[in-house]
């Protein structure tokens, strides 16, 4: 069908091209007789000159004759041009003798015209297909981007972007929530307002992560701070963000809190190094304890044989100085020892009264000032009584040391409980502790006392206890302002 309207519409454009170049062949002719018989009549007003008037007229109509074909070549030539250059588009096939012979150069230009028409049908049928193809595509990326997206909004890890001039363009709620700010607060802000200058992290600190790798990519721990202040350590993984063709225009930072994570790991290398030493130490209390009882049963004899007098005051001396080294013996064992719990169902308020009570002539005689608060409702643990009272006592111990000599003199202990686990708090007035000791409290033979005045096993034998029972112990402390020791024991479970 759009073949023949082509070759319809080709047709009528020949025979109007045709018709135009004749009338324009024929029209300049007669205008020209008509005014030469015009100016003849002016010059010999004659009425009838026939012959000369024929003559001219002749004359016009020879030459429209003969130059018609003239004419016709020419528009012939102009359509074998048009011809031409639509086949070099077309490309058509020459060899096409049926359409060729019936319409000629008309059908030639029609052929052409529709292989123009089919070419652009089937460029427009791959357009729409690569247009289907791309918004597949898009669609495809979207869905990922929202996938990703999801991912990097449910992340437990900090995950801050920025550009190349380290102004932050993304922060996920992760990293808001780490820190304390806002999104809004942080976009659009440069990374060293928040990041810089921490105390603690390399001056150069993002002059190492660019030279970490040749793809940008640095790890590392780090320390970062909150919108509170509060200093706190991270581990840091940093790399380049590169577009489709590879060129970087930002970079990505994947930050971690590793405070629960250290003070574990301490508490790991805390626990075998106790192990470690507690072997140590139950030997060497064993090869003591031989020789230290040998002191003390002939110092003993000695001192029924002698009478009263300088001697007897020395080996006497002797005697309490041997007993003295037999309870640090004592406490040397019971560090060192496996011991194997007896566990029972234990009601810690109990517990605390009956140590406050072998305690309470001793704090009297110091002046301190002994506060107890026990809530009815502390629910009962599971527990070795005799082990848990050496927690307690220790503790005590602790806390009246460190009272004495101060104006303020004041001890106080409470017990509370929580979701599924109760607490102990021993609070004290005492001379507190700084803050390059407050590390070291639970380690073994650590003491700020007077040489003889401990042996520095208390803490840290308490420290094994509830570990044992499954607990934690800890201590603030600030210095010149007391100490708060806070041991946690999970709460008995009821069947």
Not at 419 to 429: C, E, H, L, Q, Y
Request: proline fraction near 4%; aromatic fraction near 6%.
């Amino acid at each position: 069908m759009i073949q023949g309207t082509f070759y319809e519409i080709l047709r009528r454009l020949r025979r109007y091209a045709l018709v135009a170049f004749a009338l324009m062949t024929v029209i300049p002719v007669l205008v020209f007789c008509f005014l030469f018989v015009h100016l003849y009549s002016l010059a010999d007003p004659a009425p009838y000159h026939a012959p000369g008037l024929f003559v001219i007229a002749f004359l016009g109509l020879l030459i429209a004759v003969l130059g018609l074909p003239w004419m016709r070549k020419k528009a012939g030539s102009a359509l074998v041009d048009l011809r031409r250059r639509i086949e070099e588009v077309a490309r058509i096939d020459p060899a096409e003798d049926e359409i060729l012979s019936r319409y000629g150069e008309v059908g030639r230009i029609a052929m052409a015209l529709n292989r123009v028409v089919a070419e652009l049908r089937e460029d427009r049928r791959k357009l729409k297909e690569l247009n289907e193809e791309l918004e597949g595509r898009v669609r495809e990326r979207t869905a990922e981007a929202g996938r990703l997206s999801i991912v990097v909004e449910s992340l437990g890890e900090s995950v801050i972007m920025t550009d190349l001039e380290n102004t932050i363009t993304y922060v996920n709620p992760a990293g808001c929530r780490m820190l304390g700010y806002a999104s809004e607060e942080m976009t659009g802000r440069e990374s060293t307002d928040f990041f810089g200058g921490i105390p603690g992290n390399p001056p150069d600190l993002y002059g190492m992560m660019k030279s970490g790798s040749p793809g940008g990519a640095w790890d590392g721990e780090v320390l970062n701070r909150r919108k509170s202040g509060e200093i706190f350590p991270v581990y840091l993984r940093t790399f380049y963000l590169c577009d489709e063709e590879g060129r970087r225009v930002g970079h990505a930072g994947v930050a971690r809190d590793i405070t629960k994570a250290k003070a574990l790991r301490e508490q790991i290398l805390k626990s075998e190094k106790l192990a470690a030493l507690g072997k140590l130490v139950s030997g060497i209390a064993h090869e003591l304890n031989n020789p230290l009882t040998g002191v003390l049963g002939y110092s003993q004899i000695i001192l029924e044989t002698l009478e009263d007098g300088t001697l007897k005051d020395d080996i006497r001396k002797v005697y309490n100085e041997a007993r003295r080294c037999e309870r640090i013996v004592r406490k040397l064992r019971a560090f060192g020892r496996g011991y194997r719990m007896r566990v029972s169902a234990l009601d810690i308020n109990d517990l605390v009264r009956e140590v406050a009570r072998l305690k309470l002539h001793r704090i009297r005689d110091r002046g301190i000032e002994l506060e107890i608060d026990l809530p009815e409702d502390v629910p009962p643990i599971d527990g070795d009584s005799v082990r848990l009272q050496q927690v307690l006592d220790a503790l005590f111990d602790n806390a009246i040391q460190a009272i004495e000599g101060r104006d303020e003199k004041r001890l106080r202990v409470a017990t509370s409980k929580g979701d599924d686990f109760i607490r102990i708090k021993v609070i004290d007035t005492g001379c507190g502790i700084t803050e390059d000791n407050i590390s070291m409290v639970f380690d073994p033979f650590f003491s700020t006392r007077e040489v003889g005045e401990g042996a520095g096993l208390g803490l840290s034998l308490a420290y094994g206890v509830v570990r044992e029972h499954g607990g934690d112990i800890s201590v603030e402390s600030r210095p010149g302002e007391g100490s708060t020791f806070t041991v946690s024991l999970p709460a008995r479970v009821l069947a």
